[in-house]
């Protein structure tokens, strides 16, 4: 089985393009407004309950939700655990890479004489290093990307682009990351996802039988 990359991108239709549209407004955004501008136009926005909501929703871009997913995946396919697992890893590790090349500083360094303007999370630990990209962002749409291209109902890739997208902005809204840290992770996130699902994905292994089933679902 031979993939094209233009086949795994008609597969996540549904994800791509809605994604592919808020993209060019935020780089649109990022174009006409300042760092400053665009950080606390976002800070000054809150309340109790996105308090707690973003408290509880970042911490599914941090490898909770792969794992989860992953077991589910698990019993059903290992084809699909397989390319989840190994999408993860790699973006991940390419985060990790790219986080270190850059070392930027977080909101709270960055802005390290205005705290005193700056809204922060109660009980949230607030990190100073590492800020590009967001590394929450790049796991959050690898799973989203995953997901929406083995979905058998393609409409569920809109859905877990809205997924991604609250993961990106709890990462904003907890005075994590920048909002140019969150496009970038969701763009790493995204085309390495792409191209690797392009590669692995049109290897005969993973569409044999035995990979069509999984732990519950035994090949016979």
Not at 62 to 70: D, T
Request: charged letters at 15%.
């Amino acid at each position: 089985m031979k993939l094209r990359i233009i086949d795994v991108l008609y597969r996540l239709r549904l994800f791509f393009i809605p994604y592919l549209a808020i993209l060019i407004t935020c780089l649109i955004i990022k174009l006409t407004h300042s760092r400053e501008d665009i950080y606390f136009t976002v800070n000054h926005h809150h309340n109790h309950f996105f308090d707690d909501f973003f408290s509880y929703a970042t911490d599914l871009g941090n490898g909770i939700a792969a794992v989860i997913i992953l077991i589910v995946m698990l019993l059903y396919s290992y084809r699909n655990t397989f390319l989840l697992a190994t999408s993860f890893a790699i973006t991940s590790v390419l985060a990790q890479i790219v986080k270190r090349i850059f070392h930027s500083p977080r909101p709270s360094l960055y802005f390290k004489d205005e705290l005193t303007h700056i809204y922060f999370v109660k009980g949230i630990k607030i990190l100073s290093t590492n800020s590009f990209p967001s590394g929450h962002t790049v796991q959050a749409f690898t799973i989203a990307v995953v997901l929406a291209y083995v979905a058998r109902q393609k409409r569920w890739g809109f859905i877990a682009l809205l997924f991604a997208l609250f993961i990106g902005y709890s990462r904003m809204y907890l005075s994590q990351h920048f909002f140019e840290d969150v496009v970038a992770g969701s763009i790493i996130g995204t085309i390495t996802t792409v191209i690797w699902l392009t590669i692995i994905d049109s290897k005969p292994f993973l569409h044999s039988l035995k990979w069509k089933h999984g732990l519950l679902k035994k090949h016979r």
